[in-house]
Every structure is written in C-alpha cells, then in structure tokens.
C-alpha cells in the first residue's frame, strides 16, 4: 500500500464506520466466503455490485467483512511505518503479517476485534490478565481458513459510551499512529507473552471512556 493509498482508504473507511453493520449475524465462515472473491474488491462501491444480487444477512456479512479487512490492512501499514515493523514480504502467507526487529519469534498476525460479550462484565479482570479471552478467540471465534494457529497481536477497541463506538476506534488512525510507535519501541522488553498451543500472543487495548478521551493499555510490553 502506498501512502496516497492509504490515505485515501483510512479517509473512505471514516465514513464507512458511520454505516457498516455493528455485527455479523452468524459466524465467519468459508461457505459464504466463497460466494466471492472479495481479497480482488478494492472499493466499497464495487463491493456492493458483486452482493447485489445476495440477501441482505449475507449482504451485511460482506460489508463487515471487507470493512474489517480493510481496517487491518490499514493497522499493518501504520505499523510497518516504524523503523524495526517489516511486512511480511508474501502476501498469500497466512503464517504473519509483521516482523518486530528482525526476528522471526516476534512474527504476529494481526487481528482487529472487540471484547466478546460474555467478558464485558468482567473488563477490568481482563485487561489485567486477558488469557482467558485470548483463548476465546483462538477457540470459538471463528471457523474455515481462517482457524490458523500462529501468533497473534491483538487490537481490542472497547467504547464505554456506546457498543456502535467501536467503528469510530477502529478508524481512529491519528492515535494508533502514536500508540504502534509506541508498542514497536517497547516490544523488545516484552516480559509475557500469553501462550497457547505452542504460540504466543499479546493485547493492545484502545478504550473510549465516558468522557469522551482515548486511553490505552499494553499487556506484554
């Protein structure tokens, strides 16, 4: 992605928040994937002629969908604005998206996400130990391609003030500019990764609070 791409993408995405579904309506999985090829649609307005013709659950499947794709696409290429963030150089490898420091053992996937409904009631146990919810994802999450087992770094937008906010965080790139720079200076001093099945994972937490400010919370670094 180049910088007038993502300059363009971040802006449309903006807008697109306002809009997109808040939810899937059933799981992620690879026979309504396959209706499609929606890793070849670059527009929004293009996406909506390829579903024209679909009912409307599986057309708000694929708006969240390829709204959440191209979230990440846009998390991947702030990270890769630092110095010591490479890309993973192929595109079709579904092993990680970024390299901290040039080590291999610091190759994640990055996963966009929210805190799953059955640990809203306990928020702060969870950003002080998110083990249990990062089991969640790894295990209930989703089905198909997408079950992959590698590390992951995980995003979680979080708005106190409202559920629908979350779009409104996702998209809100000015402060994830600071806050990856951040986390990419710190991650060498990372102390706990959490484990599961032979991987190792960590949280980024961006919250929207009550009144109205961004804050946010590293587990590992």
């Known amino acids: 992605m180049t910088e007038n791409e993502y300059?363009?993408?971040?802006?449309?995405?903006?807008?697109?928040?306002?809009i997109v579904p808040l939810n899937w309506g059933f799981v992620q999985n690879n026979g309504t994937d396959n209706k499609i090829n929606m890793f070849q649609i670059n527009s929004f307005s293009d996406l909506e002629i390829q579903i024209s013709s679909f009912k409307e659950e599986d057309k708000n499947y694929f708006r969240r969908r390829w709204f959440l794709w191209k979230c990440a696409q846009c998390d991947e290429y702030i990270f890769n604005l630092n110095h010591n963030v490479v890309q993973?150089?192929?595109?079709?490898?579904?092993?990680?998206?970024?390299?901290?420091?040039?080590?291999?053992?610091?190759?994640?996937?990055?996963?966009?996400?929210?805190i799953p409904l059955k640990f809203r009631n306990d928020i702060n146990e969870i950003v002080q130990d998110p083990t249990r919810m990062i089991n969640f994802f790894y295990e209930e999450q989703s089905r198909g391609v997408r079950n992959n087992i590698q590390n992951r770094l995980f995003i979680i937008h979080h708005s106190y003030r409202a559920q629908e906010r979350?779009?409104?965080?996702?998209?809100?790139?000015?402060?994830?500019?600071?806050?990856?720079?951040?986390?990419?200076?710190?991650?060498?001093?990372?102390?706990?990764?959490?484990?599961?099945?032979?991987?190792?994972?960590?949280?980024?937490?961006?919250?929207?609070?009550?009144?109205?400010?961004?804050?946010?919370?590293?587990f590992a670094v």
């Open 7 to 18: 300059e363009q993408l971040s802006n449309d995405l903006k807008v697109l928040a306002k």
């Open 88 to 114: 993973n150089p192929n595109s079709r490898d579904q092993a990680y998206d970024i390299e901290f420091n040039g080590n291999s053992q610091l190759r994640f996937d990055v996963k966009g996400t929210v």
């Open 166 to 218: 979350e779009m409104y965080l996702r998209c809100h790139w000015e402060f994830k500019l600071d806050l990856y720079r951040e986390y990419s200076s710190r991650i060498a001093s990372a102390s706990s990764f959490i484990n599961y099945r032979n991987t190792k994972s960590d949280v980024i937490f961006i919250f929207e609070n009550l009144d109205k400010t961004i804050t946010y919370n590293f």
